[in-house]
Antibody, heavy 121, light 107 residues
C-alpha cells in the first residue's frame, strides 16, 4: 500500500531554515505530483506548492515564493520541502500529499503523517 | 486564485442526523471539487473526488453533489466516528485552494 513517511519534528529559531522530507513507497514515485500543505495550530489547510517528481518542475504558492524550495531524489523516492527565513507564524504541521489522477480528476489520495515545525526564539 | 467558501463554519448534530455542508467557489470549477475529513492530530482523508465520486473504502452514507460554483457534502446518518472537520478543495487549477473547514460536533 502507499506510504508517505515524513521526517520528525523540528524546532527552529526565527530566521533559520528547515528541510522536511517525505519518503514514498508502494507506488511509482515519478508517476504522481507531490504537494505540500501546511496547517497552523487550530487553523485550516494551506497549499504551499507542488513538484513533478519526474521532471523536477515546481509550482509554488505566491505567498511562499522566494522562501520555499521543493526538490526530490528519485533514487530514494523522497521529496523535500525547504522553507527559509522562518518566522513565528510558520509554526505549523507540514504535510506532503500525493496527488492521484483518475478520469482527468486530481485529488490528494495519500498523505504523510505530518511534521510539526515550531519556530521560537 | 479561486476562493473556496464553506458554510457553516461549525455545526452541532445528534448521532443519526442528516448533515449537509456547502462549499462555494469564487468562479466556475466544473466538477473539480474534492472533500476531505480530518480528525484531531491526524492527516486529512479523502472522502469524495470529482464532486460526487466516493473514494474507495468510504462509507456510502457520505455523498457529494454540485457543479460549477456550488457544492454540497451530505452525511445521511451521522455516526460517532464522523465527528471531525471537513474541507472542500478545488483541483481546477493551480494554486490548489481549500475551504476554511467545517467542524462537526456532537450535540
Amino acid at each position: 500500500q502507499v506510504q508517505l513517511e515524513q521526517s520528525g519534528a523540528e524546532v527552529k529559531k526565527p530566521g533559520a531554515s528547515v528541510k522536511v522530507s517525505c519518503k514514498a513507497s508502494g507506488y511509482t514515485f515519478t508517476d504522481y505530483y507531490m504537494h505540500w500543505v501546511r496547517q497552523a495550530p487550530g487553523q485550516g489547510l494551506e497549499w504551499m506548492g507542488r513538484i513533478n517528481p519526474n521532471s523536477g518542475d515546481t509550482h509554488y504558492a505566491q505567498k511562499f515564493q522566494g522562501r520555499v524550495t521543493m526538490t526530490r531524489d528519485t533514487s530514494i523516492s523522497t521529496a523535500y520541502m525547504e522553507l527559509s527565513r522562518l518566522k513565528s507564524d510558520d509554526t505549523a504541521v507540514y504535510y506532503c500529499a500525493k496527488e492521484g489522477l483518475q478520469l482527468g480528476q486530481y485529488y490528494f489520495d495519500d498523505w504523510g503523517q505530518g511534521t510539526l515545525v515550531t519556530v521560537s526564539s | 486564485d479561486i476562493q473556496m467558501t464553506q458554510s457553516p463554519s461549525s455545526l452541532s448534530a445528534f448521532v443519526g442526523d442528516r448533515v449537509t455542508i456547502t462549499c462555494r467557489a469564487s468562479q466556475s470549477i466544473s466538477d473539480y471539487l474534492n472533500w476531505y475529513q480530518q480528525k484531531p492530530g491526524k492527516a486529512p482523508k479523502l472522502l469524495i473526488y470529482a464532486a460526487s465520486i466516493l473514494q474507495s473504502g468510504v462509507p456510502s452514507r457520505f455523498s457529494g453533489s454540485g457543479s460549477g460554483t456550488d457544492f454540497t457534502l451530505t452525511v445521511s446518518s451521522l455516526q460517532p466516528e464522523d465527528f471531525a472537520t471537513y474541507y472542500c478543495q478545488q483541483s481546477y487549477n493551480i494554486p490548489r485552494t481549500f475551504g476554511q473547514g467545517t467542524k462537526v460536533e456532537i450535540k
